[in-house]
């Protein structure tokens, strides 16, 4: 089993950036794509951004050229560098991983971190 622990939520204003950071453990050797969803409060949980293991990248169309998604060299991390935040980026940020190399399939999710973007 592989579980995955996120970091780095906080409040920021708008403009700002926040960096997350997301640690699997367990049994990394079937870790594929990895990923990032938010939730907003009453909205349905969304995609932002997902990574391969060979580094192909998809973004949401609502993030592209602010946010960055990349993975540790030891493929067990991934990370999402949010700049030029917006009240609308206010949501739980969740980190997904899933044993295929291509497919968006995910069976693995961590608890969650808050990010607020309010002045």
């Known amino acids: 089993q592989v579980q995955l622990v996120e970091s780095g939520g906080g409040l920021v204003q708008p403009g700002g950036s926040l960096r997350l950071s997301c640690v699997a453990s367990?049994?990394?050797?079937?870790?594929?794509?990895m990923a990032w969803y938010r939730q907003a409060v009453g909205k349905q949980r969304e995609l932002v951004a997902g990574?391969?293991?060979?580094?192909?990248?998809n973004y949401a169309d609502s993030v592209k050229g602010r946010f960055t998604i990349s993975r540790g060299s030891a493929k067990n991390t991934v990370f999402l560098q949010m700049n030029s935040l917006k009240p609308e980026d206010t949501a739980v940020y969740y980190c997904?991983?899933?044993?295929?190399?291509?497919?968006?399939?995910?069976?693995?999710w961590g608890q969650g971190t808050h990010v607020t973007v309010s002045s």
């Open positions: 997904a991983a899933g044993p295929y190399t291509s497919a968006y399939v995910f069976d693995t």
């Open positions: 367990g049994s990394i050797v079937r870790i594929g794509v």
């Open positions: 990574i391969s293991p060979g580094g192909g990248i």
